[in-house]
């Protein structure tokens, strides 16, 4: 059987999974705080038909070999955290992180991490995602508030009319060394692992800290363009993967009538 069959098979796998990620990237173009993904590939293990460094029986040295590569595969999908675009909201609880970090929520008793700043208030007056996960340190406004303001140091405070603060804490983001490291668990919620190493809790404006703008939204990183790029140039890669295996099917078909 003709390798090329095997290795063309694995470009048109490869290719499936490039296409797949690409297709997610687009799919989350207005996602606040989504972050583009990359999948990058790797050669297969090689055929040595001849060593290149060989002594011939000559005394020669062979200054290059013969070798016959088996394909491609996945290595990796690797997450891009740069930033955003901006979007203007003048909504008092939209958050962005100008720069590094994350905000920390919890999700039925264990901490996730997330660039989403679309906070909302639930029924007890309290700081939450739009799915009710609780912004950390936990903030609740009361009843009789007028204004929320946030600082860039990330000072939230409760206004009454007169501008007396009736309640505040103070949001730390939080900073990984390795963020393409963080597991994506989707809802925009990361979590920590062992590529990604501990969180570090940062003051907004820190060093190596971003702070925080209120009434704005980080949109996804994802540009359009480049994924379009991406996506015809994938494309064609997964099409001439697969001449490659017709032209393969025709030789082995020339072969087999040899006989007649």
């Not at 997330?114 to 909302?120: E, I, M, Y």
């Not at 994506?184 to 501990?198: C, F, I, K, Q, V």
């Not at 907004?204 to 363009?225: C, F, H, K, R, W």
């Amino acid at each position: 059987m003709m390798r090329s069959l095997w290795t063309a098979a694995t470009g048109m796998i490869a290719q499936q999974l490039n296409i797949d990620v690409i297709s997610n990237n687009l799919a989350n173009v207005n996602t606040i705080g989504f972050k583009k993904s990359r999948a990058e590939f790797e050669d297969l293990m090689y055929q040595n038909q001849k060593i290149a460094g060989a002594t011939t029986q000559a005394g020669e040295i062979i200054p290059t070999g013969i070798q016959v590569g088996m394909g491609v595969r996945p290595t990796t999908v690797h997450k891009f955290f740069s930033q955003g675009d901006y979007q203007n909201t003048s909504n008092s609880l939209d958050l962005a992180i100008e720069g590094d970090g994350f905000f920390l929520v919890d999700v039925n008793g264990e901490d996730a991490y997330t660039r989403a700043g679309a906070f909302k208030l639930n029924n007890d007056g309290t700081v939450v995602t739009a799915n009710g996960y609780k912004l950390q340190p936990e903030f609740t406004v009361p009843t009789d508030t007028v204004s929320i303001e946030v600082s860039e140091d990330g000072h939230i405070s409760a206004l009454d009319s007169s501008g007396t603060e009736l309640a505040g804490a103070d949001i730390k983001l939080y900073t990984f060394i390795n963020p393409a490291g963080l597991r994506a668990s989707g809802r925009n919620l990361y979590y920590p692992t062992e590529a990604s190493g501990d969180a570090t809790e940062g003051t907004p404006g820190d060093t190596n800290v971003g702070t925080i703008a209120q009434g704005y939204l980080e949109m996804s990183n994802v540009e359009i363009v480049d994924e379009m790029v991406n996506m015809i140039v994938g494309q064609r890669a997964y099409e001439v993967n697969s001449k490659a295996i017709t032209t393969a099917d025709s030789m082995l078909g020339i072969a087999n009538q040899l006989k007649r």
